[in-house]
Structure formats: structure tokens, C-alpha cells
């Protein structure tokens, strides 16, 4: 299974603020992860919007599910995703 990093940002539409908890939600249900899992077995919280998981899929199925999901909170303006995999990675990240 590969191991993906996806980040969403939602945008401002007219009076209507982006809704990150919505956001959140929405996410976890489509089984990505605001957590991260150092080699000790520690978690960490990720930065607001940041998600992780870990499928057999590609970098652009991955990012068409995420976007497909956060068009859900806020379909306009379209919602901005990355999706990349990672192999290794390194953060400074609060402990949960």
C-alpha cells in the first residue's frame, strides 16, 4: 500500500467562511487521517486540512477522492487539493 499526504484549502464564497470541521468530518468518513505515525509508534496531529492515507491507489486518485469530498463542505469555489506519496518524512508536530 502506498502512503499519501493530501492537503485541502477551502476558499471564502461571498458571506459563506470555509468550514474545516465540516471539512474534518467529511475527510475521516472517506477514511483520511488528521494524525501521523512516527517509526516509534507515537502519534502526532497534522496542520489544520492536512490529511494522510495509506491505499492502493495513485497520486491522482487520491487527490479526485479528496477533491470529490471537500466539494461536498464547499463545491465553489473549487476547493484547492495536493496529493503526493511519501516514502520517508520528517516533522516538528504536537504529540497527541
Given at each position: 500500500?502506498?502512503?499519501?499526504?493530501?492537503?485541502?484549502?477551502?476558499?471564502e464564497n461571498g458571506t459563506q467562511k470555509p468550514n474545516y470541521e465540516e471539512l474534518h468530518e467529511v475527510m475521516r468518513a472517506a477514511g483520511f487521517n488528521q494524525l501521523i505515525q512516527d517509526v516509534t509508534g507515537k502519534w502526532f496531529?497534522?496542520?489544520?486540512a492536512v490529511y494522510v492515507i495509506e491505499v492502493n491507489a495513485s497520486a491522482e486518485k487520491v487527490a479526485s477522492v479528496a477533491l470529490a469530498n471537500a466539494k461536498k463542505v464547499q463545491?465553489?469555489?473549487?476547493p484547492w487539493v495536493i496529493?503526493?506519496?511519501?516514502?520517508?518524512?520528517?516533522w516538528t508536530l504536537k504529540p497527541v
Open positions: 500500500m502506498a502512503r499519501f499526504a493530501v492537503r485541502v484549502e477551502l476558499h496531529k497534522l496542520p489544520t463545491p465553489n469555489p473549487t496529493a503526493f506519496e511519501y516514502i520517508n518524512a520528517n
